[in-house]
């Protein structure tokens, strides 16, 4: 069953009034562990010391920051909402980094790059809000110069029957709850929307065909590191030379 436009646009509306507190709701949701998520992400990024990097779905560019950080590398942020990107400005400001990141609006369906513009592309929590993600995980290999490496971040549906069920029920009771605690009733709307949206997401798409999704993009040696008992997932690879 593919995801139609319509359901896209819902979850960019939905997150788009969250700007605030993006940053403290992907904490929320991984019990902390969104840090480690994000550094095992850069690690891959930096990893052949890139000079030039595509962050994609930048949010407030805490990623962005991080290779810079890292790395010597010029980083380009893109993201679908202003309002984050604002947000990401400010940080990149703060941080001293405004001569090396600059942040950009763009849809990962359709980047407005040239082919093999980048040594390294990466990209958080982006597959389940776009109608193709083959096509979207193609658009972003066509931006990468052969060699260079991608790698992506996501949420995960715990293997084990065990932490799966707990996943299940932190994500359909606690969470919803824990957001209209925390943050009213768009972080209800939030938590409600995000638990389903994993699950039929990898029911649509599991790890085998992401896999293969890559591997036609012509990214080879394509790896993954399921991280936190299942909670997280981070997958790299390198484009074909």
Avoid: C
Avoid at 74 to 84: F, N, P, R
Avoid at 122 to 136: E, N, Q, S
């Amino acid at each position: 069953m593919a995801v139609s436009p319509a359901e896209n646009e819902f979850a960019v509306k939905l997150f788009r009034r969250l700007p605030q507190r993006y940053d403290l709701l992907a904490e929320v949701l991984s019990f902390g562990q969104n840090g480690r998520w994000r550094a095992e992400l850069v690690k891959h990024l930096v990893a052949k010391d890139p000079e030039r990097v595509l962050d994609v779905a930048t949010g407030t560019a805490g990623v962005a920051i991080a290779v810079a950080r890292r790395s010597n590398a010029h980083v380009t942020g893109v993201d679908v909402s202003e309002d984050m990107l604002e947000i990401g400005r400010r940080r990149v400001d703060a941080a001293g980094l405004r001569g090396r990141i600059e942040l950009h609006a763009a849809r990962a369906e359709k980047l407005p790059f040239a082919e093999g513009a980048f040594d390294a592309v990466g990209f958080t929590y982006v597959l389940r809000y776009v109608g193709d993600p083959a096509a979207t995980i193609a658009e972003l290999a066509r931006t990468l110069r052969p060699g260079g490496v991608m790698a992506g971040l996501d949420f995960f549906v715990p293997p084990n029957p065990f932490w799966r069920a707990a996943w299940w029920l932190y994500t359909r009771v606690v969470l919803p709850v824990a957001g209209l605690l925390l943050g009213g009733k768009a972080w209800w709307d939030v938590g409600r929307f995000l638990g389903p949206n994993i699950s039929g997401h990898y029911g649509r798409w599991p790890l085998q065909r992401l896999h293969d999704a890559w591997e036609a993009a012509g990214i080879v040696d394509v790896q993954f590191r399921v991280m936190s008992l299942g909670g997280g997932i981070v997958m790299w690879g390198t484009k074909h030379a």
